[in-house]
């Protein structure tokens, strides 16, 4: 079926759906539900079109009528390796209330018939309190031996943090024979409390782990990946307020993001280390301490600044260091500023005039 068929298809049997869903709600007449055309089709027409549309969509549909009750669970969602959640209601753009959303996210995964589940995501914004179910869904996602989880706990108020910790308590009783997260590639935690020891786990247990991402956690404190994960490629550590350390030696790591204060950074024996991103505070170490950086920012290739409002002139300096070390390799340099009104940018040409081999340069202010 082409591109055009498809689409025309949709088209009909969402208006149809639509057609079946007004009829219900102003009668439950059976002869009303039987003229309706959509429920002349056979089931697994219905059960075709159930399983393009999302997780919440084909849900709602089992209250049409008896015979929709239980058509959703023969769709592919309950063997999809690709699963994701998002406690924000894609029909009415406001946020789902928050036992409409468990309740949801439990169903579906307590009846999920596949073995194996690709990919997981959650984004949850209503956590008040310690959340038994958040450990369900973390125990499925090792039940399941996702490659790839993501689960975001970030709230609209910024202000705001959970205050939920990451269960060790389900690794540390996990083997050869109990779920794991053996073979996970990718891990994205948001507002989510992820201890040191934590942290180590998924660097010494996840062999193939390539991604690994930590967003406002309040325990996280010292990172070292050191001679762990051998395939790690990618790391971000952001608006982890109480960091003190990031020690990275690994052979295949070629990407760093790292936003909040000053911390102790440690690059070394990474031959294949090329991109950067710094924000907050930090970016005040890179630029006016260079020689803490000449480590490992000789061999950079891309740079990205993101510098908040106060900066640079919360040091009141407004010329580079004379010994800014030469960025060699640099070829791609980005600066995304919040600035004052009237303040000057000049400061920054001292990095051009360091990059040789700079062919792009981008800058962004807010």
């Not at 920012?297 to 409002?309: R, Y």
């Amino acid at each position: 079926m082409d591109g055009t068929s498809s689409q025309q298809l949709k088209l009909n049997v969402n208006s149809a759906l639509q057609h079946t869903i007004n009829q219900n709600r102003t009668s439950r007449n059976q002869s009303c539900r039987n003229n309706c055309m959509i429920d002349q089709l056979p089931d697994d027409i219905l059960i075709a079109i159930l399983s393009r549309m999302g997780v919440e969509e084909a849900v709602r549909t089992s209250v049409l009528s008896s015979r929709w009750r239980y058509l959703w669970k023969h769709t592919a969602i309950y063997n999809s390796e690709k699963l994701e959640f998002d406690d924000m209601d894609t029909g009415t753009g406001t946020k789902m209330n928050e036992m409409k959303f468990k309740d949801l996210v439990n169903h579906v995964l307590k009846s999920h018939q596949g073995p194996l589940v690709e990919s997981l995501i959650i984004r949850y914004d209503n956590v008040r309190d310690r959340s038994i179910d958040i450990d369900k869904w973390i125990y499925f996602a090792m039940k399941k031996e996702v490659e790839s989880f993501e689960l975001n706990l970030s709230s609209c108020d910024v202000w705001f943090h959970c205050g939920y910790k990451f269960p060790e308590f389900l690794l540390s009783h996990s083997s050869c024979s109990t779920p794991s997260f053996k073979f996970l590639r990718s891990l994205v935690l948001v507002y989510v409390d992820i201890e040191d020891e934590v942290v180590r786990y998924f660097l010494d247990s996840c062999y193939h782990i390539e991604e690994f991402c930590i967003i406002g956690s309040n325990a996280t404190k010292n990172v070292e990946v050191v001679g762990r994960s051998p395939f790690l490629r990618v790391l971000e550590i952001s608006e982890c307020w109480n960091m003190q350390s990031i020690k990275i030696s690994a052979k295949y790591i070629f990407y760093l993001t790292y936003q909040g204060s000053e911390i102790s950074l440690q690059i070394e024996r990474t031959p294949m280390f090329f991109e950067l991103a710094l924000g907050g505070e930090f970016c005040e170490s890179f630029i006016y301490e260079p020689n803490k950086h000449s480590s490992y920012s000789f061999q950079l290739k891309n740079l990205a600044l993101i510098l908040q409002a106060e900066f640079p002139f919360g040091r009141e300096r407004t010329i580079a260091p004379a010994d800014l070390p030469r960025l060699h390799a640099l070829e791609q340099l980005e600066l995304n500023i919040e600035s004052q009104v009237g303040r000057s940018l000049l400061f920054f040409t001292s990095l051009i005039k360091a990059s040789p081999r700079l062919r792009e340069f981008r800058i962004q202010t807010t």
